[in-house]
């Protein structure tokens, strides 16, 4: 009985988290570099991504596989600015105690884009659906998270390659028309390696 008790949990465990490395400084200060995370995979196979959330999921740009790490700051409906340093969605500043320092860049989601500092993002390069797909030119579009990683100035994030889709063919950006698809894999929930940074993640 005891065997079978820990099977079945080692079982479970196989389909209901997993660890990931953090591979680069985008996180910092919340996450160090090789920090270990386990990964809540049931998660986004039940509902849908939140605000605030640590998802691990696949870029929209060329990665070798490797999954990415960022905090989910808006979300379908959302409509999203970053000036002076600060987040706003839907007109309201948000406060933002994780960041490692204020973003050096302005963003805007506007004209069914993303604008930073006054530039339209490339959908060649970015992963910007087309106008059709968008419900309003201002609000992020269904099925599309807007993504940065809490080191705002070292972070390749939405701010460089558009939206974190959230599964399918990628529609824009240079994996467009291949075989990689995205997928959000799930939700960090707390650091387990090194000890002294072992925490539940909020």
Known sequence: MAIASILAVLLIGTFL???FSIPSISMIPTLQVHDTVLVDVASYRLGP???GDLAVFMPPVPSHGVAFIKRIVGVPGD???ISGGILYRDG???SEPYVNEPPAYNLRIARDTILVNGEALDPAQADIPPRSM???PDRIPAGFYLVLGDNRNY???SHL?????FSGP???GPLAHRKDRADFIGRAVMVLWPLNHARILQ
């Open 155 to 157: 972070s390749d994030d």
């Open 161 to 165: 390659w558009g939206f974190a889709q």
């Open 49 to 51: 991504p939140h605000l």
């Open 134 to 136: 968008w419900q309003a």
């Open 79 to 81: 409509t999203i600015r």
């Open 17 to 19: 988290v997993r660890p």
């Open 92 to 94: 309201k500043a948000v």
């Open 170 to 172: 990628f529609v824009a």
